[in-house]
């Protein structure tokens, strides 16, 4: 069974500070997807970004980068020089990969992290 | 370009009452719909996906149905409502062929 855990329930930072939440995922699956969603108090969930297991390569999108390590089963999300608007739930996911006939989009969520940035 | 529309946003229903939201998609075509449960402080909970019209899988039993009557519509459904059906639920949909999935701006039940 597919689970994905985010330990930090809640972090607080000052504006401009950088700052790393964390996502730990179990699967079975030699392939697989990893996703993070922003959701932010008007409450629609924001993709980010979505990563294959095959492809290791750590992205950069502006202040957001992503660490993706098969060794350690874990994708973590940086936000470099924080800024109000970042203040948000954020949501790692997990999914299994396209595998039926009609394939699927099943997503295994995160608790989330409750990301404030202190102005 | 795809949008998503759910509605309501917010709905306040008394124990035991119906329920209906509704969900569609423009842009796209034949997409994979689903429909998601966020309880309080918890994480996101799979509730019913679509691959097709009339095809609905359900993750986990509970007092709630799904019904997909038009290819980019997606209904969530109670005959009675439960306290315990109480909670943030999002519509979304994806690419037949990608991995994706585009979230809609939710609806906020509570059941009193």
């Known amino acids: 069974a597919q689970k994905v855990t985010q330990a930090q329930t809640e972090i607080s930072v000052v504006e401009k500070e950088d700052v790393t939440l964390d996502c730990v995922y179990e699967t079975r699956d030699t392939t697989y997807y990893l996703f993070w969603y922003k959701q932010p108090p008007s409450g629609e969930l924001v993709f980010l970004i979505r990563?294959?297991?095959?492809?290791?390569q750590n992205e950069i999108s502006g202040r957001y980068s992503w660490n993706f390590q098969k060794s350690t089963s874990s994708f973590n999300f940086t936000i470099t020089a924080s800024q109000v608007v970042d203040s948000a739930v954020y949501f790692c996911?997990?999914?299994?990969?396209?595998?039926?006939?009609?394939?699927?989009?099943?997503?295994?969520f995160g608790t989330g992290t409750r990301l404030t940035i202190i102005p | 370009s795809q949008t998503i529309h759910q509605w309501p946003a917010t709905l306040v229903q008394p124990v035991g009452s119906p329920l209906s939201l509704e969900c569609t998609v423009e842009?796209?075509?034949?997409?994979?719909l689903y429909w998601y449960r966020q309880a309080a402080g918890r994480g996101l909970q799979l509730l019913f996906y679509s691959v097709g019209i009339g095809q609905i899988s359900s993750e986990v039993p509970q007092n709630l149905s799904a019904s997909r009557p038009q290819d980019r519509q997606f209904i969530l459904s109670s005959k009675k409502l439960l306290l315990s059906d109480s909670g943030f639920y999002l519509c979304?949909?994806?690419?037949?062929?990608?991995?994706?999935?585009?979230f809609g701006q939710g609806t906020r039940l509570t059941v009193v």
């Open positions: 990563r294959n297991s095959f492809d290791e």
């Open positions: 979304a949909w994806g690419p037949r062929t990608a991995t994706e999935a585009f």
């Open positions: 996911a997990l999914s299994e990969a396209w595998i039926s006939n009609f394939g699927n989009e099943k997503l295994t």
């Open positions: 842009g796209t075509s034949n997409p994979n």
